[in-house]
């Protein structure tokens, strides 16, 4: 396990630890370490409620809130294909986690529902800017003819280190390969180009995930008493968080910025050329 993982786990044991010696009502959590028997552990000595924020956790039995990367992708696709864009690549994360599958099913399925048939490229990596280089790496080594002229990454870090390995490689963004993005953070406007990317309701799903916790405290309830009143020294029943709320998503959307443009040799490049 890299260094900067195991970190991340025991950093997130520690926050654990910590939260169960206080008096902690409700919890969000966004994770890629923590497991369903750490928070089954968490909220049996506390009591708390808890929200899966943006990352869903295999096993874990209370709510999730998180991101429809599917509208976005949509949007991705169909803006692509209006700049004369037909093979179109994706950069997705490591497989079998359940956030980057996601994201990655998400762009596939808009890909066969816009009408495309044949197989794009895909590259695999962490979400990372080196995940990025390497993916530049192979399509700068690709023919011409071959490489594709438009790639979506699943991450924001892949897509800088696309844009700048493409660069070192003597590509142009977007002359040779235009570049979609995921996340929207600050940094995708800061950047030059400016990069296109499916932009998450970063904003609304925190008051969402607000209004959640709150209303899952709200409905906490208590066991009911027992028929029969508890021998001294033995400890009273801990009160039961009834967590009612089903899984929700909301939708992703396409910010347009100048890291798309028309595919090269396409009647709208050439227009512009």
Known sequence: MPLRNRDS???ELLYFSLLTSQRVDGMMIISSAATHEQLDEFQSKTDAVVLALDRRIPGFRGPYLGADAYPGAYEAIGHL??????????????????SSD?????ILRAYKDHGLVDEPWIFSGP??????????AAL?????DRRPTAVIATSEFSAYGLIQSLHNHGLSV???????GYDNTLFAELFRPGLT????????MGERAVEMVLQMIAAAVEEPPPPVAPLPGTARPRPAKSVPLPDETLPTRLVVR???GPAPGSTAALRLA
């Open 140 to 144: 700068a080594g690709l023919p011409p």
């Open 197 to 204: 990317a499916i932009a998450q309701p970063i904003e609304r």
């Open 258 to 260: 100048q890291s798309t």
């Open 174 to 180: 977007p002359g040779d390969v235009s570049v979609v």
């Open 9 to 11: 786990r025991e950093r």
């Open 81 to 98: 294909l209006a700049l004369s864009h037909r093979r179109i690549g994706i950069i997705r994360g490591v497989e079998g986690n359940l």
């Open 102 to 106: 996601e994201r990655f099913d998400a």
């Open 127 to 136: 979400y990372s800017v080196e995940t990025g280089i390497r993916a530049g």
